[in-house]
């Protein structure tokens, strides 16, 4: 069964960046669009983007349209997070998952109403923003 490990988590001050990743050894990650959600402790969970496989298409919550950017490279089976210009209010437990129902996100218009379309789901990793 595919399992997803998410990596790249810790502690950065307001402005700093972080980079996380979500792999999936001995798996590929070719076919499945995956999303990036996070939760943060007293608040439900949020759809942070998320990336197509069959075109390349992108979905960024309002919340780090511009500070976060999503990638993939299939040659290390591997989907990241780059985030940039960091904030307090990001810290949160980030999780990866991977949704084989869906190869393209250009349509798109809110990860949570397709929460269900996701059904691998990885540990999380710790991001917490404080000076």
């Known amino acids: 069964q595919l399992q997803l490990v998410e990596s790249g988590g810790g502690l950065v001050q307001p402005g700093g960046s972080l980079r996380l990743s979500c792999a999936a050894p001995?798996?590929?990650?070719?076919?499945?669009?995956i999303g990036w959600f996070r939760q943060a402790p007293g608040k439900g969970r949020e759809g942070v983007s998320c990336?197509?496989?069959?075109?390349?298409?992108?979905y960024y919550a309002d919340s780090v349209k511009g500070r976060f950017t999503i990638s993939r490279d299939n040659a290390k089976n591997t989907v990241y997070l780059q985030m940039n210009s960091l904030k307090p209010e990001d810290t949160a437990v980030y999780y990866c998952a991977a949704n084989i129902m869906r190869s393209s996100v250009a349509t798109m218009s809110s990860m949570e109403a397709h929460v269900h379309e996701y059904s691998y789901w990885g540990q999380g990793t710790q991001v917490t923003v404080s000076s």
């Open positions: 001995g798996f590929t990650l070719d076919y499945y669009a």
């Open positions: 990336i197509g496989y069959s075109d390349g298409s992108t």
